[in-house]
């Protein structure tokens, strides 16, 4: 055991030596382990923080949440011509299924609406996404507040002009001072915010409660009608836990068929949309992502294995004359071997450990730029070393057995 601690600290020392004495030559060769781990590493610690952020942003919502209305989350086999012919789900329909659906937790009914512009006395706040929602919203999406609360039932019914700022909102309207109980402006309309939504951070894609307001949908409807074109309806449905989903979904395909009037044999106007299958989605994207990370960075690799060969060929022809030495004061043939491979292992770490440090720099850099959290875990480190020995494991196999198999007499011939 000792003499392959020492073997490895020789190992270690003709790396150095390398690297010090042909700087240009070694790091030029040690790019392609370092790129190629760079890539790998890049892309698999965005995927890792993709994930992380999706888990965040839908962990207080029930995978099984339906988004009924009449457009579809994913594709559909049904003509884009005779999807834009459906009907937008109802109000009326909204609390008949409130009523009559079984295995419910929760109904709720929101608007879709363009982004809209508040203020509050001379300050201005642009972009800002409106959520009109019924009260039901808090429970199906389980918002967390900083400061007041949310719309009851009867506040939501009756439409009251109250208003839940996200957190940057209220930065931006009101900076540090209390915003509860003061009065701003949307759609002409006063409003008294009566709560402060918790900082959640940038939302998947892009929007997040941060930059939201959320009002009651009975307020809007009040204001617009039910037929404005600018907006679209979309009724909510979380079902209680440990329901059968495929039972539940033909529960509620029945009874907004039966409310719509549609005869059998005629196609749903409508899409049920599970959150699950939006998430489904996601994660077909996200693996997509990694296997074309992997064949990215796979050349990459191949270019940095050629590169340690190179190094390993060169190092031996420079040494024969050592190896002849150390082959007739008895150093086996596995000795030898093992030396080269040693090096190899190492020169190639180090050049993967570079592309670790680059992925670390970069990861910090967009998470202070993009305000969104690019994690380098442990389990990418170990992975992005782990592969920097393999590559330089299999480079380093050809040269090592080139030097273990020298003849002692002839090395120290050509060596002299």
């Known amino acids: ?48 923080s993709l994930d992380r952020k999706i888990t965040k942003d839908l962990s207080s919502l029930d995978k099984n949440t339906i988004y009924l209305m009449r457009f579809s989350f994913g594709p559909s086999d049904i003509p884009q011509w005779k999807r834009e012919q459906f ?23 929101q608007l879709f609406v ?19 929602v019924s009260s039901e919203f808090i429970d199906i999406q389980g918002l967390e507040f900083e400061d007041g609360r949310f719309y009851n039932e009867s506040e939501s019914n009756s439409g009251t002009a109250v208003i839940v700022l996200g957190y940057e909102i209220a ?37 997040s409660n941060d930059t939201s307001v959320f009002l009651p949908v009975n307020f809007l409807r009040r204001l617009y009608g039910d037929n404005n074109d600018a907006m679209t309806p979309v009724i909510l449905l979380k079902p209680n836990k440990g329901v059968d989903m495929d039972a539940y979904k033909a529960e509620v395909s029945y009874k907004l068929r039966s409310m719509r009037g549609l ?39 191949l270019v940095g294995g050629f590169g340690i060969a190179n190094i390993m060929f060169v190092s031996v022809k420079e040494r024969t004359n050592l190896i002849g030495i150390q082959k007739s004061l008895g150093a086996k043939n596995r000795f030898i071997l093992f030396q080269f491979l040693f090096e190899a292992v190492i020169l190639s770490v180090i050049g993967g450990v570079i592309g670790l440090v680059l992925v670390w720099i ?35 196999i050809l040269p090592a057995i080139t030097a273990s198999k020298l003849d002692p007499v002839e090395a120290i011939r050509t060596g002299m």
Request: charged share 15%; glycine share 10%; proline share 1%.
């Open 114 to 132: 363009k982004r809209e512009s508040i203020k509050y006395e001379s300050k201005l706040v642009s972009d800002v996404n409106v959520v009109p």
């Open 362 to 396: 970069i990861s910090v850099i967009l998470t202070k730029v993009l305000d969104f959290e690019f994690v380098l875990s442990m389990g990418n480190i170990m992975l992005g070393t782990g592969l920097a020995a393999l590559i330089g494991l299999i480079s380093g």
């Open 263 to 301: 005869k059998a044999g005629e196609i749903d106007n409508f899409f049920i949309n599970v959150l699950s299958g939006f998430t489904d989605l996601i994660d077909g994207i996200i693996g997509q992502m990694n296997v074309v990370g992997w064949i990215i960075s796979g050349f990459s690799l």
């Open 171 to 207: 930065q931006g309207l009101f900076e540090n001072s209390n915003a509860i109980g003061k009065n701003i402006r949307l759609y002409g309309q006063r409003f008294t915010v009566i709560g402060v939504l918790k900082k959640q951070g940038a939302g998947l894609f892009g929007d």
């Open 87 to 109: 009907p937008n789900v109802k109000f009326d329909e909204y609390t008949n299924l409130k009523e009559s659906l079984n295995n419910t937790d929760q109904v709720g009914y």
């Open 1 to 48: 055991m000792l003499v392959y601690l020492r073997l490895l600290k020789e190992s270690f020392g003709f790396a150095i030596n390398a690297l010090t004495n042909n700087k240009l030559r070694t790091l030029l060769s040690l790019l392609g382990v370092t790129i190629g781990i760079l890539s790998i590493i890049a892309v698999l610690a965005a995927v890792d």
